[in-house]
């Protein structure tokens, strides 16, 4: 998966299982407060496991209508170095249904790409669709003279 931070949006892009999708998300929508600074124009584009960074987000998720053991106050993402790799950090604070603090970490490691790199990126093709669906009203429009 492709991940790419930028001063308005985020862009996401998926290839597998025989299929491509790209998505674009308004920053706002992902983040309550949020700052990118770097020396590629405020952009940094990086690839990265789903399934890593979808553990990490069901730990942010957790609440107290679900079965996990505290509820999420604050969920805190940076892009960090662990052990010369970098990584996407994910710092979660909450508490427990007594009332005690936690703190949960996810590391999840990534590569940076560089700007030459995310250049030669281009926006996934969508195949034909093997069905197309028409609306109720159209079909019931085209089947009444037959009725």
């Known amino acids: 998966m492709v991940v790419s931070f930028m001063h308005d949006f985020s862009a996401v892009s998926d290839v597998s299982w025989n299929a491509s999708s790209s998505?674009?998300?308004?920053?706002?929508?992902?983040?309550?407060?949020?700052r990118i600074q770097s020396n590629a124009s405020n952009e940094i584009t990086m690839s990265l496991s789903a399934e890593a960074l979808l553990a990490a987000l069901r730990?942010?998720?957790?609440s107290a209508s679900s079965s996990s053991s505290y509820e999420t106050e604050e969920v805190v993402m940076k892009l960090a170095k662990k052990n010369d790799q970098a990584a996407l950090s994910f710092e979660i604070t909450g508490k427990t249904r007594t009332g005690r603090r936690v703190r949960v970490a996810h590391d999840v490691k990534i590569e940076v790409m560089k700007p030459s790199d995310v250049a030669r990126l281009t926006e996934p093709m969508c195949p034909e669709?093997?069905?197309s669906l028409l609306s109720f009203?159209?079909?019931d429009t085209l089947i009444q003279p037959f009725l």
């Not at 998505?23 to 949020?34: A, E, G, M, P």
């Not at 730990?59 to 957790?62: E, G, H």
């Open 129 to 131: 669709p093997d069905v």
């Open 23 to 34: 998505r674009q998300i308004k920053v706002d929508s992902l983040f309550t407060s949020y």
């Open 59 to 62: 730990s942010a998720s957790s």
């Open 137 to 139: 009203c159209l079909v």
